[in-house]
């Protein structure tokens, strides 16, 4: 691709000033509809540490990637019933997770998305085996560290997570 065109693609994500953010919070990051369709697609920013701090290790992050894989989708097949998890993928920074959902247009606010996350940790630390942790199904089923994604899950659960609803900018 030419560089001309490079420059003109602004990503939502690069104008979020990250030094005046704050974990444990969710964030709407982008929201798109689905043509022909009454649904959308929803992307939340999942933040766990605050940028540029004490960040996740590649194990830990790895481990929570297959925890909230199932608990999101088990908390949302039991009481979100009109809404799908699409998926659960780690930000390279390690700092957090984008939580993609497909729902009726309108239907998933922020606060609505945040409460579903919330209500899913209880389930994610009842989890005694990590899921999918094995040769046959994952990618480095050695780089694991069960116990301490299960640690940082507990504390994420005696934290508040706030919705963040006026995300500060790059101005
Ligand atoms: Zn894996």
């Known amino acids: 691709m030419e560089a001309k065109k490079l420059k003109t693609i602004q990503l939502e994500s690069f104008s979020l000033d990250h030094t005046r953010i704050k974990a444990p919070y969710l964030r709407l ?9 009454e649904y959308e697609i929803s992307t939340f920013d999942f933040r766990l540490r605050t940028p540029n701090t004490e960040l996740l290790t590649p194990k830990v992050t790895h481990s929570l990637e297959h925890l909230f894989a199932v608990a999101l989708r088990a908390e949302f097949e039991a009481h979100q019933q009109d809404l799908k998890v699409l998926d659960v993928s780690p930000m390279g920074c390690r700092t957090g997770f984008y939580l993609t959902v497909l729902n009726p247009v309108g239907a998933l ?19 005694k085996e990590l899921p999918g942790a094995r040769l046959e199904t994952c990618g480095a089923y050695k780089e694991h560290d069960f116990e301490r994604a ?4 507990s504390h994420l659960a005696s934290q508040e997570i706030l919705p963040l609803e006026k995300p500060p900018l790059l101005v």
Do not use: Q, W
Request: charged share 30%.
């Open 29 to 37: 990051s982008k929201r798109v509809e689905v043509p022909g369709s």
């Open 109 to 127: 606010p922020l606060s609505r998305a945040t409460e579903a996350v919330k209500a899913m940790l209880p389930g994610a630390m009842e989890i």
């Open 150 to 153: 299960r640690e940082e899950i």
